[in-house]
DNA sequence: TCTATAAATGACCGCCCGTCATCTACCACC
DNA sequence: GGTGGTAGATGACGGGCGGTCATTTATAGA
């Protein structure tokens, strides 16, 4: 680790030092997870007083989101990398589910980004956020939109199910207890069969096959 | 409203004063959102002390785990009424999210459901909710399946993955701000592209045809 | 070397959840 | 109708949290 002044004077020495808060941010996260998630114990962590998180983040909140929009820009360079020149839809599914899993914290934090976390944070700074996720997205699609034989416009849009589907679906892995010992075996069927890993896959590959039907057929807006 | 005894002591008596502090719950939450609903002020609303209401749950968030189980109770109700003999798939899902969506505070308590409420919870009481909501989605199942013509197993499914897929749309809605005076044009589409109505029975339609599809291809069970 | 600036600090405030010693409404029994 | 014991109701209290701000002090520039 490269050394710190103890003062950041300059922009660059900022941009460090709350880069080195986002990280202390995410290991604490991976740590301790959601509930014990204190702004003391992550400046303990990040080696700064309480108060000097306060200096780079509006709220604990704003630190969560802030957390949220590099993991989802490191699910995107993911996205990017690992996706062939030409792709199936089954494939696709299962990587778009891979992925998210794979970028550690993404999911809980998704799960709680509405309800939680966008609710403790100033104005503009949600408005910058949400910009940035929908650029970052339509980015994505972009990209990836040829690769699948879709239009862009489509691409989007199954970029936007698929999020929201593996939201719902990732809702059940947020639950707690999931490996406690003592849970009688028919609950942890019922836990299990909302597990989110092939509930995605299957209903996103049926998604897929929707919007590529409509779109070979509707030939120009949609219905109302 | 029927006189209360200032002390509950049957076991009649002590139902009756937990669904009355469940039914203030329900205004309180209403009144204030999530973030103000506090002990003290819903025990206020329901005119008892704060230690009462810990006689009667465990936790603030095991009132919001009652108040979800009877919101889906209603929501059951609502859909086994509204379902005519013979649907279809397009009906069918807008019904699904339109009852949800009238059904007060439903999706806002689901979209916490996993991430934030069960978190808060004794583990007893969780395997009950637990079994408690499986009984009822896979009695709506069972009712619903020959009304729109597909076997008790697809029906369940399908009721489950809809469920992620509103739960997923639904997030979006449980963002803040919708209605702020001063958000920029561009912020305010994309917050309604993601709007759950549109999004959420395009796509449930989808998947539905894909079961549909699916049920009438594999004749036993299904591939790896 | 010295001084002005602003980054860092942590004691402090208000709030909230959950507990428990205390009080008292109610029922049963005489 | 009076009375004692049970158990439901109470609210002051403890612990811990997020967030603030007067104070301290590292640092750049003169």
């Known amino acids: 680790m490269t050394a710190r002044p103890q003062r950041a004077r300059s922009t660059a020495?900022?941009?460090l030092r709350r880069a080195d808060i986002l990280d202390a941010?995410?290991?604490h996260l991976t740590e301790v997870g959601f509930e014990a998630f204190s702004m003391a114990s992550l400046g303990r962590l990040a080696g700064v007083a309480k108060g000097t998180l306060y200096l780079y983040f509006e709220t604990r909140e704003d630190v969560l989101l802030a957390l949220f929009i590099a993991k989802l820009d490191a699910w995107r360079s993911a996205m990017e990398e690992h996706t062939p020149?030409?792709?199936t839809d089954a494939a696709f599914?299962?990587?778009?589910h891979a992925e998210a899993s794979a970028q550690a914290n993404l999911?809980?934090?998704m799960a709680r980004l509405d309800s939680v976390i966008e609710h403790n944070v100033t104005l503009p700074t949600l408005i910058a956020a949400k910009r940035r996720m929908d650029a970052?997205?339509?980015d994505?699609?972009?990209i990836l939109a040829p690769r699948l034989a879709l239009p862009p416009g489509a691409m989007l849009e199954a970029i936007h199910v698929l999020g929201a589907l593996l939201l719902g679906a990732a809702q059940m892995d947020a639950g707690p207890c999931l490996d406690s010992p003592d849970i009688p075996r028919d609950v942890r069927q019922i836990v299990t069969?909302?597990?989110s890993d092939e509930l995605f896959t299957r209903n996103a590959v049926r998604i897929l096959d929707g919007i590529r039907h409509d779109t070979h057929t509707e030939t120009g807006d949609h219905a109302t």
Do not use: I
Not at 93 to 96: C, D, I, L, P
């Open 25 to 27: 941010a995410d290991r």
């Open 13 to 15: 020495q900022k941009q």
């Open 136 to 138: 970052t997205l339509r």
């Open 193 to 195: 069969r909302f597990s």
């Open 93 to 96: 599914a299962q990587r778009f």
């Open 107 to 109: 999911l809980p934090l």
């Open 85 to 87: 020149a030409r792709d």
């Open 140 to 142: 994505l699609a972009g």
